[in-house]
T-cell receptor
């Protein structure tokens, strides 16, 4: 009953460093999403993947890349972290017509 | 353009008082509307969706297409209702668009 699992839960990066946030779901969902959550801004879509092998930009894709490794896994990469990317990142998955299930979030601080 | 607005950043009510969290949307077509809740230090979880017309934890929400609203209501607030509430719509691309959220604080 894991649902959507994100790693790591917390991360501190220096400006310019790179890192990859991992996300895996065990519900056999086709669609997966990456959101960032900022105070007063709600959740903003970074990238999404409607199915294995496809990815598309969301509202705020700049500075990020994604990989849909297989049906289960959808990773988010920051190539050169900036302080503006300090945020809480949520991965989610859903199936066609279904609800979105969220991971527990990754709290990222870029100093 | 698709957009979800929640005019109140923070809503404070006393225990036992009625609660209404406002949500308005703009979308060309017939959207699916949802309310998600995030309790302290927990992940977002679905509270209810308009198509099922159900009541969860005493909360209800009615889709008003004329006013493009999907307000969340509960007649008697409980302290355990304190949380962050997000209104969301799903568009034809199957993406979820979220509002900025309203923090509900239920005072004893």
């Amino acid at each position: 009953n894991a649902g959507v699992t994100q790693t790591p839960k917390f991360q501190v990066l220096k400006t310019g460093q790179s890192m990859t946030l991992q996300c895996a779901q065990d519900m056999n969902h086709n669609s997966m999403y990456w959101y960032r959550q900022d105070p007063g801004m709600g959740l903003r879509l970074i990238y999404y993947s409607a199915s294995e092998g496809t990815t598309d930009k969301g509202e705020v894709p700049n500075g990020y890349n994604v990989s849909r490794l297989n049906k289960r896994e959808f990773s988010l990469r920051l190539e050169s972290a900036a302080p503006s990317q300090t945020s809480v990142y949520f991965c989610a998955s859903s199936d066609l017509g279904g609800d979105a299930f969220f991971g527990q979030g990754t709290r990222l601080t870029v100093v | 353009a698709q957009r979800v607005t929640q005019p109140e950043k923070l809503l404070s009510v006393f225990k036992g008082a009625p609660v209404e969290l406002k949500c308005n949307y703009s979308y060309s077509g017939s959207p699916e509307l949802f309310w998600y809740v995030q309790y302290s230090r927990q992940r977002l979880q679905l509270l209810l969706r308009h198509i099922s017309r159900e009541s969860i934890k005493g909360f209800t929400a009615d889709l008003n297409k004329g006013e493009t609203s999907f307000h969340l209501k509960k007649p008697f607030a409980q302290e355990e209702d304190s949380a962050m509430y997000y209104c969301a719509l799903r568009n034809y691309g199957q993406n979820f668009v979220f509002g900025p959220g309203t923090r509900l604080s239920v005072l004893p």
